[in-house]
């Protein structure tokens, strides 16, 4: 950590376009670590392409469904609480709005993470082990404020929001 509690988190992507729909992207991570990863992504025929790598959209839906995990499992650490299994089943939902003559617009209408843990823990602590790691996700951080996302605890007697 620097002197003023805070790390820097900087991602560089570079892509290209190389077929009817797909594209290539290289992807480095910077701060606080350096790493690369290159990733394919194509449509279906439905939007044009040829379904030679997942949709942009899995990736995304991917990406924030274990960036959640991620911080689920790290902060589970740091709180001292074991977890013998986590699962997250999630929703992520989308208007396509199409205004005649126009291409169509994407609209978001929201996000219902489904979180189970397997743990000892009484059930408090992990409501706030959840709230900890969606403050703490960063994909969460760039779309909260704009699309409503649910958080909900499966408990031996239902669901409880958090």
Sequence with gaps: MSQNNS?????RCNGVATGKMRNETKIDIVEPFNES??????EGPFHGGDSTAPPPLTYFVGGFVTCLMTQIRAFAK??????DDLTVDAE????GLIEPGKPYKA???GITMD????SETPIEQLVDLIIAAKEGCFVEAIISDRIPV????????GWIDC
């Design 7 to 11: 790390f820097d988190v900087i991602i």
């Design 37 to 42: 990863h290159e990733l394919a992504s194509d």
């Design 78 to 83: 740091r709180f001292r609480i074991k977890l």
């Design 92 to 95: 992520f939902s989308w208007k």
């Design 107 to 109: 609209a978001p209408v």
């Design 115 to 118: 979180i189970a843990i397997d």
């Design 150 to 157: 649910v958080h909900r605890l499966k408990t031996p007697t």
